[in-house]
């Protein structure tokens, strides 16, 4: 045992014990192309057992942001490794591409193994939500770095599409309709803001304000991973254009499949505003055309496509157990215009 590190801070039998706990939940994951297991220096993936044709590979990267400090507040870790996946894996999803891999790196102060264990089970849950391989990841002790009970998460992977089916916008058109699907709550972008409302407020995350949840377990509620759904869609539908409704909300993201001349236009009251939104509006005194420039408002991924499809995109995610609608167009008139109920 190395006593001189653990005499800075650093504890490599609970390293070593990390390794053996998460073994169970990196397996979980295993999917065709999958090769070798944890341990080895890097993950790999056989690339040739897809049978695709031309392939391109569409990568991402992200964290959790500060949605971390609620998860610290509240005690609770199994659901962040979840956001974590999410929001890599929805991006790559928007150009089309299927997830195949992914790794996570989480730097902690002091490494606690049933925490750790904890973060990376979620890690493993988002993957096979994913149908994406946990290939990897590093979990780094850094004594100094961060208060106690404290740590950070960043996650990446690599999906792959077919050349020919690389969705990138270009067939976006005037008359393209707009189908969202609904998300699961804030997901994991304007925490900063949600934060300081509740402190703000004087609310504490264990009070219970919605019924019989408390806000901290509304608002640690996972992002929703969008994977096998919209996949189906591409399927059987000719998508032009697939947006992730992450920070900047409607006005940041829906523009980025646009091309020039093009703008939307939304109806609110196509879909249904969670009610976490019209509280935090409420608490927050935010004006609710800004809430639309910052938060999902229940809308986590937006798809363009004919207006002759929409119905049949609409039963094929219903079927998939997600809630979707119409909620708007592609126009002529650039910008984003919201119209307000």
Known sequence: ??????????????????????????????????????????????????????????????????????????????????????????????????????????????????KVEAIVAGVAEGCRQAGCALVGGETAEMPGMYQDGEYDIAGYTTGVVEKSKLIDGSKVKVGDVLVGIASSGVHSNGFSLVRKIVSDNGFKYSDKLFGDKSLGEVLLTPTRIYVKQVLEVIKNCDVHGICHVTGGGFDENIPRILTEGQGIEIQEGSWEILPVFQKLEEWGKVPHREMFNIFNMGVGMVIALDASEADKAIEILKANGEKASVIGKITDQPGVNIILA
Do not use: W
Not at 44 to 67: N, Q, R
Not at 100 to 109: E, M, N, Q, W
């Open 1 to 114: 045992m190395a006593k001189s590190y653990e005499n800075a801070g650093v504890n490599l039998e609970a390293g070593y014990e990390v390794v053996r706990r998460i073994k169970q939940h990196v397996a979980s994951t295993k999917r065709t192309g999958s090769m070798g297991s944890i341990g080895s220096f890097g993950g790999m993936f056989d690339l040739s057992a897809l049978g695709i044709k031309e392939p391109v590979l569409v990568s991402g990267t992200d964290g959790v942001g500060t949605k971390l400090k609620i998860a610290f507040d509240m005690d609770k870790h199994d659901t962040i490794g979840i956001d974590a996946v999410a929001m890599c894996v929805n991006d790559v999803l928007a150009q089309g591409a299927e997830p195949l891999i992914f790794l996570d790196y989480v730097a902690i102060g002091h490494n606690i193994p049933e």
